[in-house]
Every structure is written in structure tokens, then in C-alpha cells.
């Protein structure tokens, strides 16, 4: 790939509408394939907003009603908005065309990223994005227990009810508080789509965002994790400007490493 450049869009009282950011996605795709700029990642914040991708389920979506944006990327609902870093590569994928290996490199850009952190990080199988660990299921729920006013999940009904609600059970379930039951959570969500041999959408890094949006939908359409944010791992408040130069030097390094083969004739 040539070298990525980088493109600030707005952040804090600057973040962009959602549908802004589509359309000049959009622009720089158009742009991107003619070979009329080079790879382009786009880098903001957006102002409160769920987007739903193709795989979206209506249960998966918020009850009250809340408008969500529903999106040509891959992957199934999020929520985007302050405290977090959203970033939009769009770059020509080497060729043969592997969209699985640009998730990958995306995800491996991350994990660099929170290394640099001190935050360990790591892949789930079968589940995109970048994840911080629980502990073992019994450690988990001891945890759950002492910190959520001695709540037992033994009885655990998400292990037995494939339609559980968490929505409906309290914040002992809730996504936000994932990181109180020891079990996984997700750092960064990733989604993309890939038209003509270019990349859109991206992924979204939880720095210091209000994590409780997550709670009104079921994230990406799991059930039994829930989400986290480098400020909740850490301890202490990491805002989206100390993170923004650390993913342009890893997302940089990751992407500028992929090399395409000629176009076959």
C-alpha cells in the first residue's frame, strides 16, 4: 500500500454529524479508486448516534424507539459519539482481495496501540474487534457478586436463554458493567465494507466515552459480553487527543506493511 495519509475531521466540540462523515466517505472512496489521492484515513468524533450494519437484528435495536442509522458496512449495531476515536481507512486492499486479513491488521494496529498503553489486549475467535479478557467464569462471578451487591450469576440465564434481554434484567446485566462481572469486553468495534477493491467505515477506539449509551442496545449482537474503554481499564482519564498520535503511528505502520500484487489480466 503507498503511505497512509491522515485526515482530522473534527473532534470534542468540533465532532461531525454521522451523515457528514458518510458522504465524504464516500467522496474519498470515489476519489480513492480513480487514483486521484492516495490511501486516506479519515480520523474524528462523532456526535451521538447509533448505526446499525446489514447482520442488525429489530430486537438488537434500542426499545424506546431511538433513531438508528442503518449503514452498508458489515457487523451488526454500535454506538459512535464523544470519547471515542473513530477511524475510517479507506485504502486500496492488496491483491488478491482478503477482507478478513484487512480486519486483521486493523485489529492488529489497536492491540499496538493499547501495548503502548500498558493495556493488554488480544482477538476473539469468531468475534471481530479488540477485546480485554475476564477472568475464569468462577473468579467472574465472585467478582460479580462483591461488586454488584452480592449478585450471584450462577443461575447465570444468558448460559440457558438465547433470547435473554439484558436491557430488561438491571445493570447487573447491563454492557457497561461488563468489566464488574470479570467478564470480556470490547475495546474497539470494527466494521467495514469493501467496494472496487477499496475500504470503507473502519473501527471506533473507546478512550474516555459514557459507556451507558451502549447499554440501551445489545452491542454488535452479543449478549453474554459487554464493552469497556481505555479510561476503565487504565484507571485514570485517557481523552481521544493522547490516543489520536499513537493510532496514526501503529495504523500506519499495519497498513503500510500490506503490499498489493498486480491486477490480474
Known amino acids: 500500500m503507498s503511505e497512509l495519509r491522515f485526515v482530522h475531521l473534527g473532534f470534542g466540540a468540533e465532532a461531525v454529524e454521522y451523515h457528514a462523515a458518510w458522504q465524504e466517505q464516500r467522496r474519498v472512496h470515489t476519489a480513492r479508486f480513480a487514483d486521484e489521492i492516495p ?11 447509533y448505526t446499525a450494519g446489514r447482520r442488525t437484528e429489530d430486537s438488537e435495536r434500542p426499545l424506546d424507539g431511538t433513531p438508528v442509522i442503518d449503514v452498508d458496512r458489515g457487523g451488526k449495531i454500535t454506538w459512535h459519539g464523544p470519547g471515542q ?27 499496538r496501540v493499547c501495548a503502548e498503553f500498558g493495556l493488554e489486549t488480544t482477538r476473539v475467535e469468531g468475534r471481530s474487534g479488540v477485546w480485554v479478557l475476564g477472568e ?3 473468579d467472574g462471578r465472585e467478582r460479580a457478586a462483591g461488586a454488584l451487591g452480592g449478585l450471584s450469576l450462577d443461575f447465570d440465564p444468558r448460559l440457558h436463554d438465547e433470547e435473554f434481554d439484558p436491557r430488561f434484567s438491571g445493570p447487573e446485566y447491563a454492557p457497561s458493567n461488563a468489566g464488574q462481572r470479570g467478564e470480556d469486553r470490547k475495546l474497539c468495534a470494527i466494521g467495514i465494507r469493501v467496494a472496487k477493491g477499496v475500504t470503507m467505515h473502519g473501527f471506533s477506539l473507546n478512550c474516555d466515552p459514557d459507556n451507558t449509551w451502549f447499554d440501551r442496545i445489545i452491542p454488535c449482537g452479543i449478549r453474554d459480553a459487554g464493552v469497556t474503554s481505555l479510561s476503565q481499564e487504565l484507571g485514570r482519564t485517557v481523552p481521544v487527543a493522547e490516543v489520536l ?10 497498513l503500510g506493511a500490506a503490499v498489493p500484487l498486480p491486477r490480474a489480466v
Do not use: N, W
Request: hydrophobic share 45%; glycine share 4%.
Open 39 to 49: 490511501d486516506t484515513c479519515l480520523l474524528l468524533e462523532h456526535q451521538p448516534v
Open 85 to 111: 476515536l473513530v477511524g475510517y481507512p479507506i485504502v486500496k486492499l492488496p491483491r488478491p482481495v482478503d477482507v478478513v486479513a484487512h480486519v486483521r491488521r486493523l485489529e492488529e494496529a489497536i492491540i
Open 136 to 138: 475464569s467464569v468462577d
Open 245 to 254: 498520535p499513537m493510532v496514526e503511528k501503529h495504523l500506519g505502520a499495519v
